[in-house]
């Protein structure tokens, strides 16, 4: 039986983790090789970088970052965030990263996903949605640009789309809950997921053990993202998979 | 030396990278002179099965890998690259394989989640060196749409379930397929590549 995963989300910025990380025992909390290797070691099941640096410059750092992970750690991982043509695209996969995660550029130029599935395979690109519920429009809102804005794009019309347009997997954030620890948007997953025969990955929302059991029955994910829950230490991700499997989740346990 | 074939497809970077953290000496080549020089080839590989083949055939590779394979060169293909060893594809019908193993590769059914993406238990048949060492029912990281299904079970050394069942693993004398990312599955994916190199040690087809 395919497992469900665990995964953690790493905001990186100039080549730097950003939000901060309390991990005494780890020489350089800032550095997104060393916290990579630290969750491949406590039992991750894939990673995302999620790149929030503006400058040109700086974007360029995230390939040496994805160039060192996929040396130190064997699990799969997502580079996210300033990827917008098929050369950058390139770059990422080459550096050794698994998929690519596009968000705004997706809604700007859906084609990219097309000409992506088409060169490097469907399984490596991963369409990220930030979703909001939006109460005049009675449903869930496409944003872009980090959540700032509004796109008038039905969230649940959007998966659809790009699972046509070649999308391999879905990276689904509820901007409602995200930031809220009162849980996943189950409602929200559970309908990006009748939409769609692809992998959902949910995100936003964890703040407990039964969040994460929630969203993969419930919800009906594939695999839960998280980010301060693991950085602060809240539990360890294999706390979490020790809870799923109690209660009958099918998780690696290795 | 192990040759990693660079084709243009995707990650295979990964690959190489597993085979210098465990210690063995490999080349990632997409350069015919280059390749025919080593003694052991590793086919890697993300991407459309089309255009695999197509990039094979211009860089004068599809004929050398069907050489080397007569030759009884140790030939380990990754996901893709075990997918290219069948006659064809239903991913795209117009073009063929390199034929090592005979079958068709096929889309998995519509009552599963497609792309097959994550860590699935893998059971072995505890009879093949690739595998020593490993539990039965462990997990290996898929990431696939399709997957290759040979006449018979025969060549099968390892099973694994997602909507049917299908080989994760399959073996014809000197050529070895994985439909799993081994470099991608922690640590057994490295044990599994670890087996390998050993074996082809003990085989005497490369020094080391």
């Known amino acids: 039986m395919l497992a469900k995963r665990i995964i953690p989300c790493l905001d990186v910025k100039d080549g730097r983790v950003v939000k901060g990380v309390k991990f005494v025992d780890l020489k350089d909390t800032g550095d997104p090789v060393e916290l990579a290797s630290f969750y491949d070691k406590a039992g991750a099941d894939e990673l995302v970088f999620l790149d929030i640096t503006a400058s040109y410059e700086g974007r360029k750092t995230m390939i040496d970052v994805a160039r060192r992970t996929a040396q130190e750690i064997f699990i799969p991982f997502i580079v996210g965030g300033g990827i917008g043509t098929i050369d950058q695209i390139r770059d990422v996969l080459k550096a050794g990263a698994d998929k690519i995660s596009l968000n705004t550029p997706a809604v700007e130029h859906p084609e990219l996903i097309t000409e992506g599935a088409k060169i490097f395979g469907s399984q490596c690109m991963v369409v990220a949605i930030d979703a909001c519920w939006n109460e005049k429009m009675g449903e869930w809102e496409v944003y872009t640009h980090g959540g700032r804005k509004a796109t008038g794009i039905s969230a649940l019309e959007w998966v659809t789309r790009v699972e046509k347009l070649g999308a391999g997997e879905i990276l689904l954030t509820s901007m409602d809950a995200d930031g809220g620890k009162i849980g996943y948007d189950i409602s929200l997953t559970l309908a990006v997921g009748e939409r769609t025969n692809l992998p959902v990955i949910a995100s936003g929302g964890a703040g407990s053990l039964e969040h994460f059991a929630e969203v993969l029955t419930e919800g009906k994910a594939d695999a839960a993202l998280a980010a301060s829950v693991f950085h602060y230490r809240q539990f360890s991700v294999q706390e979490v998979k020790k809870y799923l499997q109690e209660q009958g989740v099918e998780v690696r346990l290795s | ?208």
Request: glycine letters at 12%; hydrophobic letters at 40%; charged letters at 20%.
């Open chain 2, 1 to 208: 030396m192990i040759a990693i074939i660079d084709y243009g497809m995707g990650n295979v970077q990964s690959v190489a990278n597993a085979f210098a953290r465990l210690g063995f000496k490999t080349v990632l080549t997409g350069d015919l002179k280059t390749i025919k020089n080593c003694t052991t080839l590793v086919l890697p590989g993300v991407g459309a099965f089309g255009r695999a083949i197509k990039e094979l055939r211009e860089k004068g590779l599809l004929e050398h890998l069907r050489e080397r394979e007569q030759e009884g060169t140790y030939i380990l293909g990754i996901c893709l690259g075990l997918q290219l060893f069948f006659d064809s594809s239903q991913e795209d019908p117009g073009w063929g394989g390199l034929s090592f193993f005979s079958g068709q590769v096929v889309r998995f059914p519509t009552s599963v989640k497609v792309p097959h993406m994550g860590w699935n238990r893998v059971y072995h048949n505890n009879d093949n060196p690739l595998f020593e060492g490993i539990p039965c029912g462990c997990h290996f990281y898929f990431a696939h749409s399709f997957y290759g299904f040979p006449g018979g079970e025969e060549l099968f050394l390892a099973r694994c379930r997602y909507g049917v069942e299908f080989p994760a693993a399959l073996r014809k004398k000197n050529v070895y397929g994985l439909q799993f990312h081994p470099e991608k599955s922690g640590e057994w994916g490295l044990r599994v590549l670890q087996n390998f190199g050993r074996m082809i040690i003990d085989a005497g087809n490369t020094s080391y």
